[in-house]
């Protein structure tokens, strides 16, 4: 039996060779799958990692990468808070950051979310044309007056007016961002597909456990 030694060696060494080239795929690089912010900024809760993705709903990475943060969010870590920023890089990105603030005012960002990247992406609705958008409203099975009552208040505004403000702390140049405990970034494009950007933000969730 002894023939077969080396044989079983040889293997053991590949296979550990194999976990270390594994691991070795799974290191994240700065600049290349994330960048540090200049100025960090402060989070809502220090007791948690805050992970906020800063989006827009007519962007089409936002819109695939969407289902997988989706799915990633159903096992989030209890030592991580999320939430979603819209983010207002140009001025016809207003709009849509409008319509987020309104559902999640209205409490029905559950409902909500989804179908708004559906309309957009899937249905060809126009949701910056407002007629458009209060008749999809009301479509939906929501209050048409209350939407438009709540889409047009200075709550809205304000919060609208919050978002353009934190887009810029951050220092975006595009969407969908993924800012974790407003330290790191890490961006669709620079992640490749939505599965590595998941990866990446796992990775600089990790990160941030062990700065900690």
Not at 8 to 18: E, H, I, M, W
Not at 166 to 177: C, D, E, F, I, K
Request: glycine share 4%; proline share 4%.
């Amino acid at each position: 039996m002894n023939q077969y030694k080396p044989l079983a060696v040889f293997f053991l060494v590949l296979s550990f060779s194999l976990i270390n080239l594994s691991s070795a795929r799974a290191e994240i690089v700065e600049g290349k799958d994330y960048t540090v912010l200049a100025t960090p900024q402060p989070t809502q809760d220090g007791s948690t990692i805050e992970v906020l993705e800063f989006f827009w709903y007519g962007c089409p990475h936002c819109d695939s990468l969407h289902p997988h943060l989706k799915t990633w969010l159903m096992n989030i870590p209890k030592d991580v808070s999320f939430r979603y920023v819209p983010a207002t890089l140009r001025a016809n990105w207003v709009s849509a950051a409008k319509i987020f603030h309104t559902i999640e005012a209205m409490g029905i960002t559950d409902t909500l979310h989804d179908k708004v990247y559906d309309a957009i992406h899937r249905e060809k609705i126009d949701l910056n044309n407002e007629s458009a958008l209060f008749d999809w409203i009301e479509k939906q099975g929501i209050d048409r007056k209350k939407f438009e009552d709540t889409y047009r208040s200075f709550a809205v505004q304000n919060q609208v007016a919050k978002s353009t403000q934190m887009s810029r702390q951050y220092q975006l140049t595009g969407v969908p961002a993924l800012v974790i405990n407003g330290k790191y970034i890490t961006s669709g494009k620079m992640g490749g597909t939505p599965q590595d950007t998941i990866r990446t933000l796992e990775a600089l969730i990790e990160k941030i456990r062990k700065e900690k």
